[in-house]
């Protein structure tokens, strides 16, 4: 047995090294933490003491080496860490409530330069989801005159933070426990009082809090897939650190989350990009199937890459045989990125004129698009492929019985190619089958949405030629249920998204017309005396009136605005407006897009609608609620989007039950104070779990890398 330092011990640790020698035989160095607790409990340790000692020395095994846990027990005052004191953070030390509307204030401008108007102030509520005191069941223009009739007592109309801060703080709202819980935890983890804490020091504290709290309760376990998960939701690439806010709104999101609201089934929004999601026509390019379907295979089909002495691309080898979206071997690259490499764009500081520079890149994306059609030809890489190749092409015709029949030209399918996806189509059948309710909303950058008007009006009827020889199901009200038919007459039947990101990443939203301007310039102007069209102007505006139609059971058709999001330089930031609040379990919202990716969502703008400016990231979001559509298997799988519905609803399901764990995990303020109890000895112990951001997680590292298609 190795000595133990030597140094006076009380009677207490005497004993326990008397009991120690006298049970352990000679050599032994490790012992069970069972045997551990017997020990302190002869000795007089509180049971709830020794799992804190127990925990601080070796947390997630059953066993403790006894030389680790004597130099815990012996060690010297003044070698004891005690966490110092520290100024907090203000965020840390006001109630949710208050911090939640100071960031507002601040988008809005109110918290530093004087004040709010009632407009500002009633938008500001508006994007508020939870009451606020006093204001349930009542409508939010008599809170805000309320509010004013008791803070403006100058008469200018305007209300500052500090005066709104103290009509908050004067309501009598109930104590949290949970918050005060939270509160205990993330300030002990913040050591420098700046409002942030590291991934991995959650991660450590997550873990030692579960084999506390699921001594009692085994339902608080954690795993440590859950618990890098949680972390992902607060901070998914473990960079920018978690802040505060972000902490407490994950809890107040999960208070009404109970495992009996799981399993209610939500209202469904499903927003579908339309090209090459939908839809596999491509006007722009002139693309017939097979050269669509031949960009499919490419990016589907996985081999090595040579290159020669000056590092450029020269060879691509097939290595492995079967197809997948997803990469099947580590250091294995599709065909399309090949493509891509050797044919980069040039370098935009070589031209004088934007048009000059454009003419270049089209010329690339020519040469692209010339390799990438011809990859299953005879003689290419991607010979192996042509069976597929012609089963998939033949995913696309109509049935022969159906191809120039007058009931599939009245479905506006006059050549011999279905429109519209079979597996979308089965979707919105299946949907209508089992009962859910859901918005159904056509997202597209392009002119084409009345092209889909027939098709759709043809299935919602019931006589759509692909499915004339199955059960009758019709989505265009006749049986007194939602009608499902694209209605272009309809005010909020379609409508047109407007976004600057020049001008503040100013957005709108003009309900009635698909018509837009095609210049940045021209703004919201252009329909100002366009009849029938009804405008909304900023983020609040246009995100309650998108609340507002995607709660109706019917169908919309949204035009994009592609020169915003050119402007944007294609990135997130400037692409399709994607708004989401917190996880609501009565409520749903996906959105499926080709060019979606589980690293960046790029095409679509997964905006916090509740904290303008603030984004999701794709670790928060993908799988959940942003869908990377692979038309590889919506051609080939009838029931694909069906699936994708069923596993987005489970990965919601899984973070609501992530959520609703943690908030009775850190909202324990009895537990949070017994396991802090024990940190006046040392730092959170390393639970020996390192956190993975999301940037290195399977789903990311096993994306394609470059997109199926082109850009829209």
């Known amino acids: 047995m190795r000595p133990i330092p030597e140094q006076p011990l009380s009677d207490c640790h005497q004993l326990v090294l008397e009991i120690f020698q006298g049970v352990l035989p000679e050599g032994d160095t490790v012992v069970g933490k069972s045997f551990i607790r017997q020990v302190l409990a002869e000795v007089g340790v509180p049971e709830d003491e020794a799992d804190t000692m127990l925990a601080l020395v070796n947390t997630g095994y059953d066993k403790v080496c006894y030389q680790e846990f004597f130099q815990f027990m012996f060690q010297e005052q003044d070698a004891i860490v005690r966490p110092p004191r520290k100024r907090l953070s203000k965020q840390v030390e006001e109630p949710f409530l208050c911090s939640y509307f100071r960031r507002v204030f601040e988008t809005l401008g109110g918290a530093n330069d004087g004040g709010l108007n009632k407009a500002q102030l009633k938008e500001a509520l508006e994007a508020f989801e939870m009451s606020l005191p006093g204001s349930a069941n009542t409508q939010i223009e008599d809170v805000v005159a309320h509010i004013f009739e008791e803070i403006d007592q100058n008469g200018d109309s305007e209300i500052c933070w500090n005066d709104f801060q103290k009509w908050l703080l004067s309501w009598n709202v109930p104590h949290d426990d949970s918050e005060d819980a939270a509160r205990s935890l993330f300030t002990f983890l913040d050591r420098d009082g700046s409002g942030h804490i590291s991934a991995q020091e959650m991660m450590d504290a997550l873990m030692l809090m579960s084999e506390f709290e699921s001594k009692t309760d085994r339902s608080l376990s954690v795993t440590h897939s859950e618990a890098g998960q949680i972390i992902r939701d607060l901070d998914p690439d473990g960079e920018g650190g978690i802040d505060y806010h972000t902490f407490l709104e994950v809890l107040h999101a999960a208070r009404n989350h109970t495992p009996g609201s799981m399993n209610q089934q939500p209202h469904l929004v499903l927003n579908f990009d339309v090209n090459n999601t939908v839809v596999m026509l491509d006007s722009a390019t002139g693309a017939d199937s097979e050269g669509l379907?031949?960009?499919?295979?490419?990016?589907?089909?996985?081999?090595?890459?040579?290159?020669?002495?000056?590092?450029?691309?020269?060879?691509?080898?097939?290595?492995?045989?079967?197809?997948?979206?997803?990469?099947?071997?580590?250091?294995?690259?599709?065909?399309?990125?090949?493509?891509?490499?050797?044919?980069?764009?040039p370098d935009s500081a070589a031209f004088g004129s934007k048009a000059d520079l454009r003419a270049a890149n089209e010329k690339v994306?020519?040469?692209?698009?010339?390799?990438?059609?011809?990859?299953?030809?005879?003689?290419?890489?991607?010979?192996?492929?042509?069976?597929?190749?012609?089963?998939?092409?033949?995913?696309?015709?109509?049935?022969?019985?159906?191809?120039?029949?007058?009931?599939?030209?009245?479905a506006g399918l006059g050549g011999e190619s279905v429109q519209l996806l079979p597996s979308f189509l089965h979707l919105l059948r299946e949907l209508k089958r089992r009962g859910r309710s859901f918005t159904l909303i056509f997202r597209t950058f392009g002119k084409d949405l009345p092209q889909l008007r027939q098709e759709l009006e043809a299935l919602c009827q019931g006589w759509h030629p692909l499915f004339q020889k199955e059960d009758l199901v019709v989505l265009d009200g006749s049986d007194g249920q939602p009608d499902y038919r694209m209605k272009f007459d309809k005010l909020d039947g379609c409508g047109t998204f407007f976004r600057n990101p020049l001008e503040g990443d100013f957005i709108a939203l003009a309900m009635g017309t698909v018509e837009q301007p095609s210049k940045l310039e021209e703004g919201p102007q252009f329909w100002k005396d366009k009849e029938h069209v009804q405008i909304f102007e900023g983020v609040h505006q246009v995100f309650k009136h998108y609340m507002q139609i995607s709660s109706q059971c019917h169908t919309v058709a949204l035009r994009d605005y592609y020169p915003g999001w050119a402007a944007a330089n294609s990135t997130s930031a400037g692409g399709k407006p994607f708004f989401l609040g917190r996880l609501d379990p009565a409520e749903h919202c996906m959105f499926f897009d080709d060019h979606i990716s589980p690293l960046d969502p790029k095409i679509v703008d997964p905006i916090d609608a509740h904290l303008w400016p603030r984004r999701y990231s794709s670790g928060q979001v993908y799988g959940v609620h942003l869908v990377q559509a692979q038309p590889l298997l919506s051609i080939r799988d009838r029931n694909y989007f069906v699936k994708c519905v069923e596993d987005c609803e489970a990965a919601r399901a899984a973070k609501l039950e992530r959520w609703h764990k943690l908030k009775r995990l850190v909202g324990d303020l009895d537990g949070v104070r017994k396991v802090l109890a024990g940190f006046i000895y040392t730092s959170v112990p390393s639970q020996r779990v390192v956190f993975r951001p999301w940037s290195s997680s399977r789903d990311v590292h096993r994306a394609q890398r470059v997109p199926t298609f082109e850009d829209e």
């Not at 990016?299 to 060879?315: E, F």
């Not at 109509?398 to 191809?403: D, S």
């Open 365 to 410: 994306k020519a040469s692209r698009r010339k390799a990438l059609w011809s990859f299953a030809h005879s003689g290419m890489p991607g010979e192996a492929f042509r069976k597929d190749l012609a089963s998939m092409q033949e995913k696309l015709l109509l049935p022969e019985a159906v191809r120039g029949t007058q009931a599939a030209k009245d």
């Open 293 to 345: 379907i031949s960009m499919v295979l490419s990016n589907s089909a996985w081999g090595t890459i040579d290159y020669d002495d000056n590092g450029w691309p020269i060879r691509w080898t097939l290595k492995a045989p079967e197809l997948s979206p997803t990469q099947p071997e580590a250091d294995l690259h599709t065909y399309s990125e090949f493509v891509v490499l050797q044919n980069p764009f």
